[in-house]
């Protein structure tokens, strides 16, 4: 069975920094995009930023040269860094992976920005 754990959320005042990775477990053949949504309180999942298996990128407008997304295809990892915090960035994070037709998704990771 494959699981996705996120890992690296956290408080962090504005203009801070963090990691987020996320690892699956069990086998994925042929993982074609890896992505981070995230959903904020009374509002719908949001796409952030993902990256295909030849090595594109694609990141929201909010979130465009302070968010940066990159994939680990040997570990079936990808990490989102995020700088330049703001508190509008808080929300919880969530990791998806994209197989053929198939799509996994893990439980989320809480950012909290403070201003």
């Known amino acids: 069975q494959v699981q996705l754990v996120e890992s690296g959320g956290g408080l962090v005042q504005a203009g801070g920094s963090l990691r987020l990775s996320c690892a699956a477990s069990?086998?994925?053949?042929?993982?074609?995009?890896m992505g981070w949504y995230r959903q904020a309180p009374g509002k719908q999942r949001e796409l952030v930023a993902t990256s295909g298996s030849g090595g594109s990128t694609n990141y929201a407008d909010a979130v465009k040269g302070r968010f940066t997304i990159s994939r680990d295809n040997a570990k079936n990892t990808v990490y989102l860094q995020l700088n330049s915090l703001k508190p509008e960035d808080t929300a919880v994070y969530y990791c998806?992976?994209?197989?053929?037709?198939?799509?996994?998704w893990g439980r989320g990771t809480q950012v909290t920005v403070s201003s």
């Open positions: 998806r992976f994209t197989a053929g037709a198939l799509n996994y």
């Open positions: 069990g086998i994925i053949v042929s993982i074609n995009v």
